[in-house]
């Protein structure tokens, strides 16, 4: 249930409300009290904008076997083959769960419909029209909101882990109804989604900002594969207009990515042509606009080849985001151009999720589970949500005593300085997209790397992050009436972008090669010597073991 209240006593604490936060909360036992925190409202996350679908590998003519091929194809080289099994196993038992908790997932002849996207060798992505990402969640929602063992809080804002002295996860510090609150519970879940937000250009909600990731990286866990990127090919480009993305699911339906002059120029590039893995078609995107001096930026998506029954079946959303801003896509062509849309990289999880933290477990895009490798197959995202969500039901947990909650003390009044938070933020997300977006390159990334450190500086010198070093945990506090909570979600959204860009181009300077969503234009070519995990903890970077290919 919805409340405002603090809960008395928090077995498992789950941050995040996406398809990982919410499939997690329902995974986990009821005898336990879950308390599900979202820094906005219960239905506003990533997931719920995602439009492609959910790998499930459920058709006659598929296998197990053959998703696996597929995702660690796409993975370039860094999939962890006992993860990839593990989604690829429980994949069908997930799809069951969710038609049985009623997602009205698209159907065929009474058989659930499936669908064709790149990187796959068969028609295994389930769908619900192209608001699939929707569908899941609202049904989630309705399930959480049942369940009597499950309280969520909205307008929460996490701005860090509580360790104990030994490193051991003790719950978070949060921003909840103008008091900062200490909440403890036996085990944290991190499920906060990525950081598309660091960049400029980005299909991801204004939410995703790093929060997990950085929270983890400052507590001391392992990140790995930080500098892996997923930029989207097709992301709706006009002016004024969001980076709607155009799904993945037009191309495997038939539509053509087509330049100024009606050529298909995908196939230029790769023999797949727009079905080619994501980082390819973005490349391709990237690398014909420069070659055609395109001043406007953008080619165009053509889904006029798609029979307009399928389009208005398949697609309403789409059409309908596209007529709101003025174009029809049954008469005319969609200009688009890439954005970033999935952080593979994440912190570093076990196959029952949990962290190098003890106390501490990490779902979906925050996580690093060893799915994705250097570049996600595409519907494969919304699978792991709830493949790893589940795994939560056979960690330990036992019940801690409930608490009295003290009243807040008042914190003394703070002199601010004036800081156009918007405008820093706008600065940060510019300079990511241009020297850690597409194509990467060392005299791009030393200089930004160099700036975002004293950003960093600077913003550690600020009043509030000298104020959120004096608390003490366990205590709440009461916001002086000189300090918003705007104000303060505003300085640790900065906080977060600040560490999560830092981390990304520490790392993209770290990988001297290109593989999957990292490609330097100075080392071009994928090595064998790199078929290696980029590892992170605090200020040390370092290669993993080599892995083997497991067909060796």
Same mark, same amino acid.
């Given at each position: ?40 409202? *219960? ?34 080289? *860094? ?12 994949? @069908? ?233 003025? *174009? ?39 996580? @690093? ?113 000189? *300090? ?69």
């Amino acid at each position: 249930m919805v409340q405002s209240s603090l809960p008395n006593a928090i077995d498992v604490l789950v941050i995040g409300s996406g398809a990982a936060g919410l499939y997690a909360a329902l995974s986990l036992p009821q005898r336990l009290r879950v308390c599900l925190i979202t820094k906005d409202t *219960l239905d506003r996350s990533a997931s719920d904008w995602a439009q492609g679908g959910i790998a499930a590998a459920i058709a006659p003519d598929d296998s197990v076997h053959l998703h696996i091929a597929d995702t660690l194809q796409a993975g370039g080289g *860094l999939c962890d083959p006992d993860a990839v099994r593990q989604l690829a196993e429980h994949a @069908s038992d997930c799809i069951a769960h969710l038609v049985d908790l009623g997602v009205a997932f698209d159907r065929d002849n009474g058989q659930l419909a499936l669908t064709l996207e790149a990187a796959h060798s068969r028609r295994r992505v389930l769908h619900a029209a192209d608001t699939t990402g929707h569908a899941v969640i609202s049904t989630l929602v309705h399930t959480v909101l049942a369940r009597p063992n499950i309280t969520i809080l909205e307008q929460a804002f996490i701005i860090d882990l509580w360790l104990d002295s030994a490193g051991h996860c003790l719950g978070v510090l949060s921003l909840y109804q103008g008091n900062l609150h200490w909440f403890r519970a036996a085990a944290t879940v991190l499920a906060t989604g990525g950081g598309g937000q660091v960049f400029a250009q980005t299909t991801n909600p204004p939410a995703s900002t790093g929060d997990g990731v950085a929270m983890a990286w400052r507590a001391g866990a392992l990140l790995r594969d930080l500098e892996f990127v997923q930029f989207h090919p097709t992301a709706l480009t006009l002016p004024k207009a969001p980076r709607f993305l155009i799904s993945e699911a037009v191309r495997g339906e038939g539509a053509h990515l087509i330049d100024h002059s009606g050529h298909r120029f995908a196939f230029d590039y790769h023999p797949q042509g727009e079905l080619a893995p994501r980082d390819i078609v973005s490349r391709a995107i990237f690398s014909h606009l420069q070659a055609q001096k395109n001043e406007t930026g953008v080619v165009w998506l053509d889904l006029r080849p798609i029979p307009t029954d399928r389009l208005q079946q398949r697609f309403p959303n789409i059409l309908k985001v596209c007529r709101q801003w003025g *174009l029809d896509p049954l008469q005319e062509r969609i200009p688009v151009s890439p954005a970033a849309h999935y952080w593979m990289g994440g912190i570093w999880t076990d196959l029952t999720s949990a962290t190098s933290c003890s106390g501490l477990y990490a779902l979906g895009e925050t996580a @690093s589970t060893g799915v994705h490798g250097a570049n996600r197959l595409a519907s494969n995202s919304l699978l792991e949500c709830l493949v790893y969500g589940a795994q939560l039901r056979t960690i330990p947990i036992h019940a801690i005593a409930a608490v009295a909650w003290s009243s807040p003390v008042p914190l003394s009044p703070l002199e601010l300085p004036s800081i156009d938070w918007l405008a820093w933020r706008a600065a940060l997300t510019q300079l990511l997209w241009q020297t850690a977006g597409i194509c990467r390159h060392q005299d791009r990334l030393a200089p930004a790397i160099d700036r975002v450190t004293q950003w960093q500086t600077q913003l550690a010198q600020h009043p509030l992050s000298q104020l959120i070093e004096t608390l003490t945990p366990a205590t709440s506090y009461q916001l002086p009436e000189t *300090l918003s909570e705007n104000t303060l979600r505003q300085w640790g959204e900065l906080r977060n972008l600040l560490d999560s860009a830092w981390l990304i181009l520490k790392s993209a300077a770290f990988r001297q090669e290109s593989r999957g969503g990292h490609y330097r234009t100075d080392f071009p070519h994928t090595e064998v010597s790199w078929r290696t995990h980029t590892l992170v903890q605090g200020t040390r970077w370092w290669r993993s073991q080599p892995i083997m290919d497991p067909d060796e």
